[in-house]
């Protein structure tokens, strides 16, 4: 009878252990051995437009990002991303696309919480858009008529990023985030992005 008793047991307990040990393992899994993706929706918030008029537009786009955790604190990233609405700026026929841009970033993120990190990375972006005026003879036009063409003038520029995200499920989090995408040296309009979406780390 004893014997009866104690196969089912001992299974029981083995079973048990195996599938402690295994969480115990993955809970272990080392930050800095991981990637990650996400997939963001993206706001663009164009700012002083216009040597005297210094407008602000919005335009929506998404991103694409790829990047991987060099310590338990550090990560490095990659990104891409387009518009697909154009800012249309107030008073005026101008509208601004941002076509694709292109991102690399390092940074460094901070445990607040045992599901939520803080985050600040500094890079560098290549950005391709246009800019177009449908009628450049009006007088509502003239502040602008410097911008039509290619936008923006300097397609480098310097970028950084803040954000905040919560593990929502395992190794995935929902993310918040804003920053500067670029500020344009030809026409001192500077672009700030604001995204949110979701981030898997694998």
């Known amino acids: 009878m004893n014997k009866v ?3 089912p047991l001992t299974s029981a307990l083995v079973t048990a252990l195996l599938f402690a040990s295994q969480a115990t ?3 272990e ?6 990637h990650y993706i996400a997939l963001l929706a993206t706001t663009f918030n ?16 998404g991103t694409l990002v790829v990047g991987g955790h060099i310590t338990d604190l550090f990560h490095a990233e990659l990104r891409a991303g387009g518009g697909f609405n154009d800012a249309e700026v107030p008073d005026s026929d101008l509208t601004l696309a941002v ?8 940074g460094l993120h901070y445990p607040i919480t045992g599901y939520a990190n803080l985050y600040g ?10 800019a177009e005026i449908t009628n450049p003879s009006a007088n509502r036009n003239r502040p602008f008529l410097d911008l ?3 936008f923006p003038d300097s397609g480098f520029s310097v970028s950084w990023i803040a954000g905040l995200d919560f593990e929502v499920m395992d190794d995935t989090y929902l993310v ?6 670029f500020k344009d040296t030809g026409s001192e309009v500077n672009t700030f992005q604001f995204s949110g979406g979701l981030r898997y780390e694998f």
Not at 121 to 130: A, L, N, R, V
């Open 5 to 7: 008793v104690r196969t």
């Open 25 to 27: 393992l993955a809970q």
């Open 29 to 34: 899994t080392p930050r800095e051995d991981k």
């Open 46 to 61: 164009h700012r002083t437009i216009g040597e005297r008029t210094k407008e602000t537009a919005w335009g929506n786009g």
């Open 99 to 106: 076509d694709y841009y292109a991102s690399w970033y390092m």
């Open 121 to 130: 990375q500094f890079g560098f972006s290549y950005i391709h858009g246009e």
């Open 148 to 150: 039509e063409g290619e």
């Open 176 to 181: 918040f985030e804003g920053g500067k995408l």
